[in-house]
C-alpha cells in the first residue's frame, strides 16, 4: 500500500526494548529518491535528543497503532552519536553511525 511521509510524522518508535520517542522529519536522498534516515524526537527520557536511525532498522509498520518497530535497544539509543539535524549528514557521521548500529 502507498503511504506518504506525512502520514509517518508523529508515529511512535519502539525500540526492541520498549519506546525511543516519535517521528519528527525525514532526510532524503533526491538522487536515489530513498528515505536515507528517520530524525526522531526522543522526548523527555533522552532530554529530546535527537537521533538518526535508519530504514534498515524498521520492522513492519503497525499503521493502525501509529507505530514503528525497530531492531535497536534503548542502549543503543543512549550510546548513539550526536547529530545536528539541521545540516546535512557528512559521510564521517554516517560511518561512525552505521558503525554504531552494525548497519550494513
Known sequence: MLRSLNDLGGYAVVAIDGPIGHVQDFFFDDEAWVIRYLVVDTGRWRSSR???I???AVAHANWTGKSLPVSITKEQVK???EIETDKPVSRQHEMRHLDHYKYP
Do not use: F, T, V
Request: proline share 22%; glycine share 0%; hydrophobic share 45%.
Open 79 to 81: 550510546a548513539s552519536p
Open 54 to 56: 535508519s530504514p534498515i
Open 50 to 52: 535527537k537521533l538518526l
